[in-house]
């Protein structure tokens, strides 16, 4: 069982470009989720799914998209990326939006936008 | 606007102590609250879990309190061990399947 996996685990980006981060899990589970994580700022949801098929905006959406490609994957688009897209980003999954999942979390992939 | 705090500054204990943790929330009457641990360059690992309806869950040498009017989680390790040393977040969620993490507080105990 590999858990939560992410690519890459760096990347280094100019200022405009696209990039698409992987996630997969192997676990079953139903709802799986995007947060970056910044220093003092703790982590913050970016988007969620709560199930295959569905996609919903978290606190920090702008300048992202997502795709649920399949109940295992869901993966993170920037289209243009800008300095401030600078994060460690984090991919985590739970059995299911009900209350008291716990969240399992990848490795993160730290990206940096010059 | 929803705010989870919990203190910015590393705690520093001796191994064989106590350590607290404080988690303060604004704005928000969650159903649960969640306490993970997070090492250098690793994903947070989920702990434990408190309901509202609880006041205390133990877990080993691990306890959370939570308390809904002062709308406050301590986060107990007993005896505590250099291995202990991490950050720890605390989660809750916002009833409208949002989850809000707090910054951290980050744990060194020294042998």
């Known amino acids: 069982n590999a858990g939560v996996t992410q690519t890459p685990k760096f990347q280094v980006l100019k200022t405009g470009q696209s990039m698409t981060l992987q996630c997969a899990q192997d676990?079953?589970?139903?709802?799986m989720y995007w947060y970056r994580q910044d220093p003092g700022m703790g982590l913050r949801l970016i988007y969620y799914s709560a199930s295959e098929g569905t996609t919903d905006k978290g606190e920090v959406p702008n300048g992202y998209n997502v795709s649920r490609l399949n109940k295992r994957e869901f993966s993170l688009r920037l289209e243009s990326a800008a300095p401030s897209q600078t994060s460690v980003y984090f991919c985590?999954?739970?059995?299911?939006?009900?209350?008291?999942?716990?969240?399992?979390f990848g490795p993160g992939t730290r990206l940096t936008v010059l | 606007s929803q705010k989870i705090e919990q203190n910015s500054e590393a705690l520093n204990i001796q191994e064989g102590k106590t350590a607290t943790l404080t988690c303060n929330y604004t704005?928000?009457?969650?159903?649960?609250l969640q306490w993970y641990r997070q090492d250098p360059g690793r994903g947070p690992v989920f702990l434990l879990l408190i309901r509202e309806n609880e006041k205390e869950k133990r877990k080993e040498r691990l306890k959370v309190t939570f308390d809904t009017t002062l709308k406050q989680s301590l986060f107990h390790i007993t005896a505590s061990q250099p291995a202990d040393s991490a950050t720890y977040l605390c989660a809750l969620d916002d009833n409208f399947n949002k989850f809000y993490f707090g910054s951290g507080t980050k744990l060194n105990v020294k042998p």
């Open positions: 676990m079953n589970h139903n709802s």
């Open positions: 985590a999954s739970s059995a299911g939006l009900a209350i008291g999942n716990e969240q399992f």
């Open positions: 704005n928000y009457s969650p159903a649960y």
